[in-house]
């Protein structure tokens, strides 16, 4: 079986969608089920060598970019590869598809927050991600919340929807020498969603208590209305002890988790979360704003914030660094926690969802 892959994620400097994609790139390079398709990667430029490794995966190219390129040249190439499904990892598909179409949603913030979105943006997202579901053969999404909200804002039949939770991401970490500072990691895109500046205002209230903490954040700024998160943080007087760094390469975050004691993740609204997942793995106690989502994937290994406000927030900060036992308590938890969540069984689990859908090809 041919199955074509939307792979513009795997682009430039890969966040979120193309972590995800990756991961599942990974495992089917390995996956004795895998050995059987051919998978054809497609985008407007050049992506990831190291994706199509083992064979199992060939790149096809075609200019263009963003929705125009989605819409027109995709189908194009998905003609011309005569694939037999196609998987689209990043919300949005082509609506004219001349192949059965598996879209995954990971999230539907545009739809439940459109306040945080400039106004073109979100109702692009709105109208190509309800049509693109719409008009999919399956819907995968990473969790039960996601397919709930996926059901009720984009009126999609739950039906349609499939939950394949992700793997968890693994960096090789050093974690034998952390460093003199008490450090404090966020890591991700910033999105308003996110509270970046009531972090900097709960870090910077327990900075004028202890002269060893330090608070690192690694992420391009995608606030919406634009924040000036630098601007923030040195009205705070503690800013020479935040260090903001727009992106760093999957091969050069293992240095900021290796400094880290604690990471924090205030996100009001997420499909899934991965980068505190990411801190578990390496053996770091997590901070968290209670939401239902953070419930269904970090359970109880977390310490979690009922509200985003910054006296809350110092005072979690403030015992997931000091509370010796309160953190052997987290990273207990977080064996049982991690092991929910493989790369393999995503990965075997979108391969069925994909050739049960191929068939819709094969009977027309």
Excluded at 297 to 313: C, F, H, Q, T
Aim: glycine share 8%.
């Amino acid at each position: 079986m041919r199955i074509a892959v939307d792979a513009r994620e795997l682009q430039g400097r890969p966040t979120g969608v193309g972590r995800y994609l990756a991961g599942i790139l990974d495992a089917w390079a390995t996956l004795p089920a895998a050995s059987a398709h051919n998978f054809i990667l497609c985008a407007p430029g050049p992506v990831d060598s190291t994706l199509a490794r083992g064979g199992r995966a060939s790149t096809i190219v075609t200019g263009g970019s963003g929705t125009w390129w989605e819409q027109r040249a995709l189908p194009r190439l998905i003609r011309r590869t005569n694939a037999d499904v196609l998987f689209a990892p990043g919300y949005t598909a082509p609506l004219l598809c001349p192949a059965p179409v598996v879209v995954a949603i990971h999230d539907v913030s545009f739809a439940a927050h459109p306040e945080w979105f400039a106004w073109r943006e979100g109702l692009r997202r709105r109208t190509l991600t309800r049509l693109s579901a719409l008009r999919a053969a399956r819907v995968v999404t990473i969790s039960e919340f996601s397919k709930h909200e996926i059901a009720g804002r984009l009126r999609i039949k739950p039906s349609k929807i499939d939950v394949i939770y992700p793997g968890a991401p693994h960096l090789l970490v050093d974690r034998a020498q952390p460093g003199p500072a008490q450090t404090i990691l966020y890591a991700g895109s910033l999105f308003s969603r996110r509270h970046i500046p009531e972090l900097i205002a709960g870090f910077a209230r327990l900075a004028r208590k202890r002269t060893d903490v330090r608070l690192e954040i690694v992420g391009d700024n995608r606030t919406a209305p634009r924040i000036d998160i630098a601007g923030l943080a040195a009205a705070t007087g503690a800013g020479g002890r935040i260090a903001l760094r727009s992106y760093l390469p999957e091969d050069q975050l293992a240095a900021p988790y290796g400094r880290a004691r604690a990471f924090v993740f205030l996100s009001e609204y997420e499909g899934f979360g991965l980068t505190p997942l990411e801190a578990l793995g390496a053996g770091i106690p997590i901070v968290v704003l209670d939401t239902p989502v953070a419930r269904e994937v970090y359970g109880s290994a977390a310490l979690y914030v009922e509200r985003p406000e910054p006296a809350l927030i110092e005072t979690a900060l403030e015992r997931i660094l000091g509370d010796e036992a309160e953190r052997a308590r987290i990273l207990a938890a977080a064996r049982d926690t991690l092991a929910r969540y493989s790369w393999r069984t995503c990965a075997e689990q979108v391969l069925e969802v994909l050739v049960v859908c191929s068939r819709c090809r094969a009977s027309r």
